[in-house]
């Protein structure tokens, strides 16, 4: 016989409802300590890439400003062109730390006012090579370390360590490569002061789909003209050296 003479027929419902019930809430409570200890994680690592940053702007001047601004570039033209927040987050870390590697080219080299020699010109261009060593212990980054190896590649080829070219070139290295040669023209040169925005944006026009990918083009020129609109502070132009 059954011992549950007086239950009702509905409060076994009733009870597996509030059972059920209890453990959605439970689920929900997880999940949201989840992403709150991945929106700690993902702070913890933006600090300690800013630290990297700020390592090479105390050894080169000419990179205060310039991580910062392409960094946040890159990332708007990433969002821009609608990858998902993950990807733009990266792009937006890479672009932050894309001349890390500088931290390992001589001083002579760096900081000479000139134009380099051709010798110098290979110890230069080994900084993408050496930025993606530094930044190759972490896994959770190594899409942003071959963005960081690849951001002076070029769409038609010309570009180095690899001589990459079109879509063999991460879009994220792309993208960077785009905010990276807008910030070198607005800014002052040992030889030249610094190109209007105007004057910048026909250079970028002109090199798209040469040089530069043009949708990542397209995608800045919009997001650089909404900001100027908006006249933003993106920080201090230097007036010390090119971009290489
Ligand atoms: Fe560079």
Redesign the pocket.
């Known amino acids: 016989m059954a011992t549950r003479v007086n239950a009702a027929p509905g409060d076994d419902l009733t009870v597996a409802y509030r059972r059920l019930n209890a453990a959605y809430q439970q689920t929900l409570r997880y999940a949201e300590d989840v992403r709150r200890l991945y929106q700690q994680v993902q702070r913890a690592i933006y600090q300690s890439l800013l630290g990297l940053a700020n390592a090479l702007e105390a050894k080169d001047a000419y990179t205060r400003g310039h991580s910062e601004r392409v960094g946040a570039w890159s990332r708007g033209v990433a969002a821009a062109l609608g990858l998902p927040p993950g990807e733009v987050d990266m792009i937006g870390q890479a672009g932050l730390l894309?001349?890390i590697g500088?931290i390992g080219i001589p001083e002579g080299v760096l900081r000479k006012p000139g134009a380099l020699d051709p010798e110098e010109w290979t110890v230069m261009r080994n900084?993408?090579l050496i930025g993606a060593q530094i930044v190759a212990p972490f896994d959770f980054f190594t899409g942003g370390a071959l963005m960081i190896r690849h951001?002076?590649e070029r769409w038609d080829g010309s570009g180095y360590p690899d001589g990459l070219a079109g879509d063999e070139i991460l879009l994220g290295a792309r993208i960077i490569a785009v905010a990276?040669v807008y910030d070198a023209l607005t800014s002052n040169r040992p030889y030249r002061a610094a190109l209007s925005h105007a004057t910048a944006l026909e250079h970028l026009t002109s090199a798209a789909g040469l040089t530069l990918d043009e949708d990542a083009v397209s995608a800045f020129v919009g997001l650089i003209e909404a900001l100027s609109t908006a006249k933003p502070d993106v920080g201090p132009r230097s007036a010390l050296r090119p971009?290489?």
């Open positions: 894309h001349d500088k900084h993408p951001h002076h990276d971009s290489r």
